[in-house]
């Protein structure tokens, strides 16, 4: 894995793990009940929070698809400069299942 890799994903990963966790915890609330708290949100949410509670040197190869697979996600639908942007509630909470939140600064 490069040093790139692991700066970019923070850089678009605006989110703390709490923030996400408790993003997580909120989505899945209202979705046929509650899920248990390490089960909360989506699959790609949930190994985006183990990513971020890891140091470099603790990565997998999982690890590092889960890092490149969210930051095409977020450049896919952001502009590169990442600058806090408005859009639809369903495009900000899709993106904040994946711990990029549209509307903080990265």
């Known amino acids: 894995m490069t040093d790139t890799l ?10 703390t793990s709490h923030e996400l966790e408790d993003w997580l915890r909120t989505r899945s609330a209202g979705e046929d009940g509650e899920s248990l708290p390490d089960q909360a949100g989506t699959p790609t949410g949930q190994e985006v929070l183990r990513v971020l509670r890891k140091r470099r040197t603790d990565l997998t190869t999982e690890d590092v698809k889960v890092m490149r697979k ?19 509630a369903h495009w900000r909470h899709r993106l904040m299942s994946i711990g990029h939140d549209p509307l903080k600064p990265a």
């Open 6 to 15: 692991w700066d970019e994903f923070h850089r678009v990963v605006n989110m």
């Open 70 to 88: 969210v930051v095409e996600r977020v450049h896919e639908q952001r502009r590169d400069d990442l600058e806090p942007t408005a859009g639809e």
